[in-house]
Nanobody, 126 residues
Framework: QVQLVESGGGAVQAGGSLRLSCAAS????????VGWFRQAPGKEREFVAA????????YYADSVKGRFTIYRDDAKNTVYLQMNSLKPADTAVYYC???????????????????WGQGTQVTVSS
């Protein structure tokens, strides 16, 4: 099993930046595909970004493409989400998720992930 802990959320003004971290327990984190999702009040959880187990493939939601970057440091068992040019529409609780991967692919659907963190709040003011 993998346990995930997110950190790095906070309150910023529009145009600002934040870097979220997703720290995983266990020594085989490199075998997991990882994704970031977010959920705003009254809305469904939505896909933000994903990275393959090697880090060689990434995938982004259109709403964040060009502004967010996902990357991983398996030596630290951590996946990061660098968020630049933040907008009020980015306000949400952000969750990281992991799934054991048998190949080097990305996953973008909620049901494809087996493990979830507790979430970290990101608030962007105008």
């Amino acid at each position: 099993q993998v346990q995930l802990v997110e950190s790095g959320g906070g309150a910023v003004q529009a145009g600002g930046s934040l870097r979220l971290s997703c720290a995983a327990s266990g020594r085989t984190f490199s075998r997991y595909a990882v994704g970031w999702f977010r959920q705003a009040p009254g809305k469904e959880r939505e896909f933000v970004a994903a990275i393959s187990r090697s880090g060689g493939s990434t995938y982004y939601a259109d709403s964040v493409k060009g502004r967010f970057t996902i990357y991983r440091d398996d030596a630290k068992n951590t996946v990061y989400l660098q968020m630049n040019s933040l907008k009020p529409a980015d306000t949400a609780v952000y969750y990281c998720a992991a799934a054991a991967a048998h190949g080097d692919y990305v996953l973008s659907l909620v049901y494809e992930y087996d493990y979830w963190g507790q979430g970290t709040q990101v608030t962007v003011s105008s």
